[in-house]
């Protein structure tokens, strides 16, 4: 099995930053990516940032240019730094990680973490 343990997350003003942090234990080998996801109240979960392995990061296009994120594969962390925040930002962010099991991917995920941005 794999634990996901997010931190970071909060309240904000418009315009303001945030960093997220999550770090995976148990057992992590054969990952094929981390990253976040968020959902917001009525609707459905989205990616907002994937790194596989062996790639740079994958942008949902609302955040492209506010967001960061960045993976360290040896410690098995991924972050995700996120400026010039909008209101529209506000969701549960949810770290990801998909691991390969015998050909099969599956999904791990955190227990989410808060993210309101106040106009």
């Known amino acids: 099995q794999v634990q996901l343990v997010e931190s970071g997350g909060g309240l904000v003003q418009a315009g303001g930053s945030l960093r997220l942090s999550c770090a995976a234990s148990g057992r992590t080998f054969n990952i094929n990516a981390m990253g976040w996801y968020r959902q917001a109240p009525g609707k459905q979960r989205e990616l907002v940032a994937g790194i596989t392995t062996a790639g740079s990061p994958n942008y949902a296009d609302s955040v492209k240019g506010r967001f960061t994120a960045s993976r360290d594969n040896a410690k098995n962390t991924v972050t995700l730094q996120m400026n010039s925040l909008k209101p529209e930002d506000t969701a549960v962010y949810y770290c990801?990680?998909?691991?390969?099991?015998?050909?099969?991917?599956?999904?791990?995920w955190g227990q989410g973490t808060q993210v309101t941005v106040s106009s």
């Open positions: 990801n990680l998909k691991k390969n099991v015998f050909g099969t991917e599956y999904n791990y």
